[in-house]
């Protein structure tokens, strides 16, 4: 239902519960998965989706959401747009993007699960709404949620209170997605090493300025030592639930060698790489093929600066 806006938080969580608290750790727990749910919106706003690696700032300035109060009795719990800019327009793949959208993706989220019992998009974004939702059910049966727009929303041109009401014990369980896996192979720097028992990690510098953090394969746990402040290759088995990527586990780390270091013979020859990735033994008219898409130089030089700004954020 949608309703005047009213004073209030931007996004309000009304749990009924017991008058005698909520357990820190079960509170701890739902606020986690409600950023997770945030992020994991504007990640595949970004066109980022299913990427492994620490949190941009883009998409801080529209998931950053920011508890600013909790309040006993039946749990209420208030959120702000995150504060570096929470309403500005940040374009995206699919198009301008404000922090006021995701939180109405959120919502209608929300709603589908109270009266479909399902909802949909990026299967990591599904999976953290249903466990906000589990989360929610650990601390009561049920809980209102209100959204209060900002801005009106663009497509509606609305700027009306939306409320739902949501019965945890209702929902069914999320059906697993079956996981897969693939083989990717990359280079970077590696910049930190985590031997702790159980829980192996490295992180590493992408040449394209991403940071990537990875598990680590027993196999190769000997080899931390001598990667780190060095460039690798890197052999990894991504982990993936649906088209996201849920663990990436680095297989192999071969550290490459400096400047300095002189390359005798290269580990393969180009014949050999070939072979190896079957590729066909006649080449194409590569000439041919292009002119054929760019007829111009004209459009040739816009497809070369379009990719330099993709890859590297610079005009050729």
Request: net charge negative; proline share 7%; aromatic share 6%.
């Amino acid at each position: 239902m949608a309703d005047p806006i009213s004073e209030g938080a931007w996004l309000e969580f009304r749990i009924e519960t017991a008058d005698d608290g909520v357990e820190a750790k079960k509170l701890a727990r739902l606020l986690q998965d409600l950023s997770s749910s945030f992020y994991a919106i504007a990640r595949s706003k970004v066109g980022k989706r299913g990427r492994p690696g620490p949190r941009t700032s883009d998409e801080d300035s529209l998931a950053a959401v920011r508890i600013v109060r909790l309040s006993p009795g039946s749990a209420i719990i208030e959120a702000e747009p995150p504060v570096l800019d929470s309403q500005s327009q940040m374009r995206f793949d699919d198009g301008p993007t404000t922090a006021d959208e995701i939180g109405f993706e959120f919502f209608q989220a929300i709603q589908r699960l109270g009266t479909q019992g399902a909802t949909s998009g990026p299967q990591d974004f599904v999976r953290f709404i249903h466990a906000f939702v589990s989360d929610i059910g650990e601390i009561g049966e049920s809980v209102d949620v209100i959204y209060r727009p900002v801005n009106p929303h663009p497509e509606t041109g609305l700027k009306a209170e939306l409320r739902t009401r949501l019965q945890t014990h209702t929902v069914p369980e999320l059906t697993q997605v079956e996981a897969t896996k693939r083989v990717r192979r990359f280079t970077g720097h590696v910049y930190m090493v985590d031997v702790e028992p159980g829980r192996p990690r490295l992180r590493v510098k992408l040449p394209d300025g991403r940071n990537l953090t990875l598990s680590v394969s027993d196999e190769v746990l000997d080899q931390l030592p001598t990667a780190l402040d060095h460039a690798v290759a890197i052999e990894a088995i991504d982990e993936l639930e649906g088209s996201s990527v849920a663990r990436t586990t680095a297989t192999n780390i071969t550290r490459l060698p400096s400047a300095g270091e002189a390359i005798v013979r290269p580990p393969k020859s180009i014949e050999e790489l070939a072979r190896e990735q079957q590729l066909p033994a006649e080449h194409p008219d590569y000439v041919a093929l292009a002119s054929a898409i760019w007829t111009t130089e004209s459009e040739l030089s816009e497809f070369a600066e379009y990719l330099a700004d993709s890859r590297y954020g610079v005009s050729a």
